[in-house]
């Protein structure tokens, strides 16, 4: 029997978007960012008044109403819309992708007064080094390679509760400060994951621990001593508490080495 080459096309096409398209109970990519971009939002207002609320568990059920009620939707929906869209990473990728531009614009007047919020500016913009450090002028910033940028984390990355990390290089520097930032995104004060830095130098090691406690950028520091030299910089994030279908989107995960040229020019008196 001879098989119509038309029909074949039609019938193939068919089964590619019956499996590929989205079920009309799942909101759209464009619904889905709006809904957890206010979500994300009013989370991160929760937990920066946190010490004056007296429950933030019922104020983010409030904030959760109020954001199902401006979106014409139920819990159920955006339940089966989120696990429907964490099956498939790359669609999840790019909205969240998207709400982490708009969580950066809209955030900009307060990340300015934060004092790591300058640091690649500071990077692009420093004055006449070379990578060589044979001559700089000012001060200098330095990125250091990690193994990845942009990642998200969930119960299966995680190895008993840590995410851990480390330059993608060998140090052999005196003194200095070395910083880490990053973009993260799904904290909830349930969460709280803790960040460790650590910088291991010859004889001894510095460590700096931070708590995240919302989401948007995230900085911390450790600087050593000109006389210390440091070999090594690794760390973690750890989660004291996971839960199933957990998903913490982290971009522009970045370490820096910078240092204060003893080449600077003096204030004149």
Not at 181 to 203: E, H, M, R, Y
């Amino acid at each position: 029997m001879k098989v119509n080459p038309i029909i074949s096309v039609l019938f193939l096409t068919f089964i590619f978007f019956a499996c590929s398209n989205r079920p009309s109970y799942v909101l759209s990519e464009k619904k889905m960012e709006k809904v957890l971009f206010d979500i994300y939002l009013a989370d991160a207002e929760v937990s920066a008044n946190y010490s004056i609320l007296l429950s933030d568990s019922v104020r983010k059920q409030e904030f959760l109403n109020s954001i199902m009620k401006k979106h014409k939707i139920t819990e159920a929906v955006l339940d089966t819309s989120l696990a429907w869209y964490s099956a498939r990473l790359k669609k999840f990728y790019k909205i969240n992708n998207n709400i982490s531009k708009r969580y950066a614009e809209a955030t900009e007047i307060l990340r300015r007064q934060e004092e790591a919020t300058t640091k690649k500016q500071i990077f692009s913009e420093s004055n006449d080094f070379t990578l060589s450090g044979s001559k700089f002028s000012g001060s200098s910033s330095f990125v250091l390679p990690v193994s990845k940028e942009h990642f998200m984390l969930r119960i299966s990355d995680l190895s008993n509760k840590f995410y851990t990390f480390k330059a993608d290089t060998v140090l052999d520097r005196y003194g200095g400060k070395y910083e880490l930032l990053f973009n993260i995104l799904g904290v909830s004060a349930s969460l709280n994951p803790v960040v460790t830095l650590c910088v291991q130098c010859t004889d001894t090691a510095f460590i700096k621990r931070d708590t995240i406690s919302m989401n948007g950028l995230f900085t911390s520091s450790v600087t050593i001593p000109q006389g210390k030299q440091a070999k090594s910089i690794y760390g973690s994030i750890y989660f004291p508490e996971v839960f199933s279908g957990m998903g913490i989107f982290v971009q522009d995960f970045t370490l820096f080495y910078s240092i204060q040229s003893p080449f600077t020019a003096q204030p004149a008196k």
